[in-house]
Structures are given as C-alpha cells and as structure tokens.
C-alpha cells in the first residue's frame, strides 16, 4: 500500500536550517508530482511546494520562497525539503503529499507529518 | 494568498445531517470544478474524501457527498456519526496562483 514516511524535524533556534526527508514506498514515485503541506499548531492547512516529475520545475508560496529549497530524487523513492533562515511562525507540523488531479491540486496520500519547532 | 472562506463550527446529532460550505470567488471554486476535501481527526494526518467537487475516493463512505453552487463549494455528511468528529477543510484549484487555497477548516461536533 501508499506509504509515506517523514522524518528530520526538530528543534531549531530562529535562523537555522533543518533537512525534511520524505520516504515513498507502494507506488511509482517517478510518475507523480509530490508536496510539502504544513500546519502549524491548532491553525490550518498551507501548500508549501510542490514538484514535477522530473524535479526541473517547482512551485513555492510566497512565505517561504528564497528559505525553503524542495528537490526529489527518484532513484531513492525519496522528497525533500531544506528549510533555512528559520523564523517562529515556521513552527509546524510538515507532510509530504502525493499531488493528483487535472490541474494537480489535491493529495490523495499523506504521511503522518514531522514537527519543526523554531525557538531560541 | 487568502484562504477560502469555511464556518469555524458546525454540529449535529447522530444520525443528523450536516452541511459544510467553503466559499471562494470566480477565480478557484466558482471558476472550476476543482474542489476537495479532507478529514483531520486530532494528532492524525488529512484524509481525502472528497475530488473534484462530488467524486469520492474508493474506501470513503458514501455519507460524504459533495457540491458546488456558484462560489460556494458544500460537504455533507448525512447519518452523522460519532467517528466523523474531526476537522474538515476544504481546497481549490486558483487560477491565478501555481499553488492551490485551503479553507480556514470547520471543527465538527458530535452533540
């Protein structure tokens, strides 16, 4: 079956980096665009990134965009995400998704989220 | 990006029906039919339950139903359940971003 697996979050203090991992398994990972979801503590959803097949072109939202670097590597099943120059409201609990539909906006699988904490 | 518009909380007693609505403009809900939906039961990741507007992954009960009049996309759950207490949260495709909008999330209570 779909897994997805995340890991790497932590404690960090503001202004340093963290490296987001993301195991898939159960499914041709090179066939599908992936994300990064997160949600930071009793708020909301916010689409993070996310990439194409291949890893040539990706998208970020304007909170994160010149911090946070996403890349994939297909021959190891894997996503990640390097998030750097960390601040308080990066606070949250990170998911990798598996991106579907014709205009590639909904996850049909999520993993079970790693939380970053940003405190001095 | 600003997220779209959904009631902080809807309640309903079992075996009740309850009606979830998730409101946006002309340029994501009210423009395509690219709307879903998702359950989070505290401490767990979102689920899908609903694409593309009314289309239901395989596995989700058919108490879930979705639509979608104008601007306004809705998820109801009919013969409420004790289960279906979780949060749910809505999300469009946006025509003038690269990134879909969530929903501001509805917390759903079993009286």
């Known amino acids: 079956q779909v897994q997805l697996v995340e890991s790497g979050g932590g404690l960090v203090k503001p202004g340093g980096s963290l490296r987001l991992s993301c195991a898939a398994s159960?499914?041709?990972?090179?066939?599908?665009?992936m994300s990064w979801i997160r949600q930071a503590p009793g708020k909301g959803l916010e689409w993070v990134s996310y990439i194409t097949i291949s890893g040539n072109t990706i998208y970020y939202a304007d909170s994160v965009k010149g911090r946070f670097t996403m890349s994939r590597d297909n021959a190891k099943n894997s996503l990640y995400l390097q998030i750097s120059s960390l601040r308080a409201e990066d606070t949250a609990v990170y998911y990798c998704?598996?991106?579907?539909?014709?205009?590639?906006?909904?996850?049909?699988?999520w993993g079970q989220g790693t939380l970053v904490t940003v405190s001095a | 990006q600003s997220a779209l518009t959904q009631p902080a909380s809807v309640s309903g007693s079992p075996g009740q029906s309850i009606t979830i609505s998730c409101t946006g403009t002309s340029s994501d809900v009210g423009g395509y039919n690219y709307v879903s939906w998702y359950q989070q039961h505290p401490g767990k990741a979102p689920k899908l339950m609903i694409y593309d507007v009314s289309n239901r992954p395989s596995g989700v009960s058919n108490r879930f139903s979705g639509s979608k009049s104008g601007n306004t996309a809705s998820l109801t759950i009919s013969g409420l359940q004790a289960e279906d207490e979780a949060d749910y949260y809505c999300s469009s495709y946006r025509s003038s971003s690269t990134l879909g909008v969530f929903g501001t999330g509805t917390k759903v209570t079993v009286l």
């Open positions: 159960g499914f041709s990972f090179s066939d599908y665009y």
């Open positions: 998704a598996r991106v579907r539909g014709l205009r590639l906006y909904y996850f049909d699988y």
